[in-house]
């Protein structure tokens, strides 16, 4: 099957209701009755085990190619418990300019554990090398970052540690497995938050990790259990419903974002354009040969700060608020929203300042969108 097809069909659990339903019930129960007294059920309470959300897991599992997909309540929920793998002492490796909630996790809760962390330029293939030291055990990269459209090169990472103890664990919530599959590029482990475009429709959300190594799957299935974070019946449901429609949704999406990064590219206001997808982009060689696509997902610059609230403040169509990859276009505000936790100066550093804007281009007329744009300038 191809991937469009995958998005449609890729879930076949509903074949075990005798019904004939064509979707996946929602089983939202709590617990299960026991058939017997000294012998367990495969379902037995919902923290541990739900039909929906398994589901949820074949569909995600295999748009990944993969063997396993475990669900979280949210993508945070999800980084949260793999991280609970590392013992006082590890060492990881990751990407300096990573969704800002996952910093504020690794800072405040996993060095506080012990942990010790490099955040550097995953992009720098040399500078991960240099990193590395003996009890490093894992190297945790985004591509393309988020807000910066930074790209790393996921083969050539995986290259570097093929004969090392280190897993390489890939944010892949940009590109979705509809552009970009990790695992099959080297990589151990796979995050989404399923909040963006899987779900896709700004109204759900989710996370999940997927893999194809039993231990590692083993492990955190027990952590998510244990620490309670699974992702619910209902919202289960609604990923894979979401997930009908990817395909769609990302061509449409990209289609739209191409056109308006070359619009943006010619404004006079706009300093700087970072999308993938423009030949110029620092990342566009690398995309090519790991990517199917280059998403939907833009980041500019203006003139100025006072320009940049203009704009925040009078798109019509498109909706000043946080998160991406739904069929709405957002537009956000790195600096105060999404990297709000990160402090000024490291920010800044990563070229996050008063005047970048991140724009999630959705499904929308792209015509309108632009007219949008044009009278916000
Ligand atoms: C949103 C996001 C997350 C966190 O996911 P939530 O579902 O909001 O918890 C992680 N990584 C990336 C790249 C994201 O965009």
């Given at each position: 099957?191809?991937?469009?097809?995958?998005?449609?069909?890729?879930?076949?659990?509903?074949?075990?209701?005798?019904?004939?339903?064509?979707?996946?019930?929602?089983?939202?129960?709590?617990?299960?009755?026991?058939?017997?007294?000294?012998?367990?059920?495969?379902?037995?309470?919902?923290?541990?085990?739900?039909?929906?959300?398994?589901?949820?897991?074949?569909?995600?599992?295999?748009?990944?190619?993969?063997?396993?997909?475990?669900?979280?309540?949210?993508?945070?929920?999800?980084?949260?418990?793999?991280l609970?793998?590392?013992?006082?002492?590890?060492?990881i490796?990751l990407?300096?300019?990573l969704?800002?909630?996952v910093i504020s996790i690794i800072n405040n809760f996993t060095t506080?554990?012990?942990v010790?962390v490099?955040f550097?330029?995953?992009?720098?293939?040399?500078?991960?090398?240099?990193?590395?030291?003996?009890?490093?055990?894992?190297?945790y990269?985004?591509?393309?970052?988020?807000?910066?459209?930074?790209?790393?090169?996921?083969?050539?990472?995986?290259?570097?540690?093929?004969?090392?103890?280190?897993?390489?664990?890939?944010?892949?919530?940009?590109?979705?497995?509809?552009?970009?599959?990790?695992?099959?590029?080297?990589?151990?482990?796979?995050?989404?938050?399923?909040?963006?475009?899987?779900?896709?429709?700004?109204?759900?959300?989710?996370?999940?990790?997927?893999?194809?190594?039993?231990?590692?799957?083993?492990?955190?299935?027990?952590?998510?259990?244990?620490?309670?974070?699974?992702?619910?019946?209902?919202?289960?449901?609604?990923?894979?419903?979401?997930?009908?429609?990817?395909?769609?949704?990302?061509?449409?999406?990209?289609?739209?974002?191409?056109?308006?990064?070359?619009?943006?590219?010619?404004?006079?206001?706009?300093?700087?354009?970072?999308?993938?997808?423009?030949?110029?982009?620092?990342?566009?060689?690398?995309?090519?040969?790991?990517?199917?696509?280059?998403?939907?997902?833009?980041?500019?610059?203006?003139?100025?700060?006072?320009?940049?609230?203009?704009?925040?403040?009078?798109?019509?169509?498109?909706?000043?608020?946080?998160?991406?990859?739904?069929?709405?276009?957002?537009?956000?505000?790195?600096?105060?929203?999404?990297?709000?936790?990160?402090?000024?100066?490291?920010?800044?550093?990563?070229?996050?300042?008063?005047?970048?804007?991140?724009?999630?281009?959705?499904?929308?007329?792209?015509?309108?969108?632009?007219?949008?744009?044009?009278?916000?300038?």
């Amino acid at each position: 099957m191809k991937i469009d097809t995958i998005c449609v069909h890729g879930m076949q659990k509903q074949k075990e209701d005798k019904t004939g339903t064509i979707n996946m019930p929602i089983y939202q129960t709590a617990a299960y009755s026991h058939s017997e007294v000294d012998k367990e059920d495969p379902y037995g309470y919902t923290r541990l085990a739900n039909p929906t959300r398994e589901a949820a897991e074949e569909l995600v599992a295999s748009l990944e190619n993969a063997k396993y997909a475990l669900s979280f309540t949210s993508g945070l929920a999800a980084v949260s418990s793999f991280l609970d793998i590392f013992n006082k002492g590890d060492h990881i490796i990751l990407t300096e300019d990573l969704y800002g909630g996952v910093i504020s996790i690794i800072n405040n809760f996993t060095t506080k554990n012990g942990v010790l962390v490099d955040f550097i330029d995953t992009s720098d293939i040399n500078g991960i090398k240099s990193k590395i030291k003996t009890n490093t055990k894992a190297i945790y990269i985004e591509t393309p970052t988020n807000p910066m459209m930074n790209v790393t090169d996921i083969k050539a990472v995986a290259e570097i540690i093929k004969d090392l103890n280190i897993i390489l664990i890939v944010d892949n919530t940009f590109l979705t497995p509809y552009f970009q599959n990790p695992l099959e590029l080297g990589a151990d482990l796979v995050v989404h938050s399923g909040t963006k475009y899987l779900s896709g429709h700004n109204d759900t959300l989710a996370g999940f990790l997927v893999t194809n190594n039993n231990e590692l799957y083993e492990e955190i299935k027990t952590i998510r259990g244990t620490r309670g974070a699974p992702l619910s019946p209902m919202d289960s449901f609604l990923i894979i419903r979401g997930i009908k429609t990817l395909a769609l949704r990302m061509e449409k999406a990209q289609q739209n974002a191409l056109l308006i990064a070359n619009w943006l590219k010619n404004n006079n206001k706009v300093t700087k354009v970072y999308y993938i997808g423009l030949k110029e982009h620092m990342g566009y060689n690398i995309s090519k040969k790991q990517s199917r696509g280059f998403g939907a997902m833009i980041s500019f610059e203006v003139d100025s700060k006072e320009t940049a609230y203009k704009i925040l403040l009078s798109t019509k169509i498109i909706i000043f608020a946080e998160s991406l990859g739904g069929a709405e276009s957002l537009i956000t505000y790195p600096c105060e929203n999404t990297h709000k936790e990160v402090d000024k100066d490291s920010r800044e550093k990563r070229g996050i300042t008063d005047k970048l804007i991140r724009l999630s281009v959705g499904i929308e007329n792209v015509n309108d969108l632009i007219k949008d744009l044009e009278q916000a300038f």
